[in-house]
């Protein structure tokens, strides 16, 4: 069962862009997270938005999340070389008891 | 340093063998998961487990079995009832109260050969 979809699937843009991803769900949510997946890695946790917020910030990520159009949005902010790697968005939904993740996007951060 | 082990990192089986894959964190996490991934794919849930003696089916349990009998340990076989078992596994912890975060383990490849 697919909960999150990202959009765009793939996005490449220069170092020192600014990248943004997009995520869609369906059902209500507690919270919901985003994960970055560096090629052949494990995925690692980057930020946890509640669904009573509306906007958060860590470092150069800015994630929102619009719970009346049940959508977020991940925002790297001056891309590095570093940051290419798949970003995914997981729901935590009200009525499971787990992390439902999305297909991801694939960011390619060229130099 | 707490963190979750996956081992191994490759993993070679032959078709009818059933196959184990360890997952370990010292996380002192209640809840433990495993997922599918396909390439270029998201994650797909295989099974996940709240507490000690005691697990769940994800999405995608068929062919798959899985044991909790430490806190610690959460190991998945594959056994040869799964068709097209070529995939990297992942292997993940949280706390089950409150939201937090997944850890994640760095993986195991399974081919079939």
């Known amino acids: 069962s697919q909960q999150g979809e990202e959009d765009p699937q793939a996005l490449s843009i220069q170092e020192g862009e600014n990248a943004t991803m997009n995520c869609s769900y369906k059902?209500?949510?507690?919270?919901l997270q985003w994960y970055r997946q560096n090629s052949g890695r494990g995925l690692v946790h980057l930020i946890l938005?509640?669904?009573?917020?509306r906007e958060k910030h860590s470092g150069r990520l800015r994630v929102t999340l619009d719970t009346s159009k049940k959508s977020s949005s991940l925002l790297i902010t001056a891309s590095r070389a570093a940051d290419t790697a798949s970003y995914f968005c997981?729901?935590?939904?009200?009525?499971?008891?787990?992390?439902?993740f999305g297909q991801g996007t694939r960011l390619t951060i060229n130099p | 340093d707490g963190g979750i082990t996956q081992s191994p990192k490759y993993l070679f089986r032959k078709e009818g063998q059933n196959v184990t894959l360890s997952c370990e964190q010292n996380?002192?996490?209640?809840?433990m998961y495993w997922y599918r991934q396909d390439p270029g794919q998201g994650l797909r849930l295989i099974y996940y487990?709240?507490?000690?003696?005691?697990?769940q089916k994800g999405d995608i349990a068929e062919g798959y079995s899985v044991s909790r009998e430490k806190k610690e340990s959460f190991p998945l076989t594959v056994t040869s009832a799964q068709k097209n078992p070529t995939a990297f596994y992942l292997c993940?912890?949280?706390?089950?109260?409150?939201?937090?975060?997944?850890?994640f383990g760095s993986g195991t490849r399974l081919t079939v050969v």
């Open positions: 996380l002192n996490h209640d809840a």
């Open positions: 938005i509640r669904s009573n917020e």
């Open positions: 487990s709240q507490i000690v003696n005691d697990f």
């Open positions: 059902t209500s949510i507690n919270n």
């Open positions: 997981a729901t935590d939904a009200i009525i499971a008891q787990k992390l439902v």
């Open positions: 993940a912890s949280s706390i089950v109260q409150g939201s937090y975060g997944y850890t």
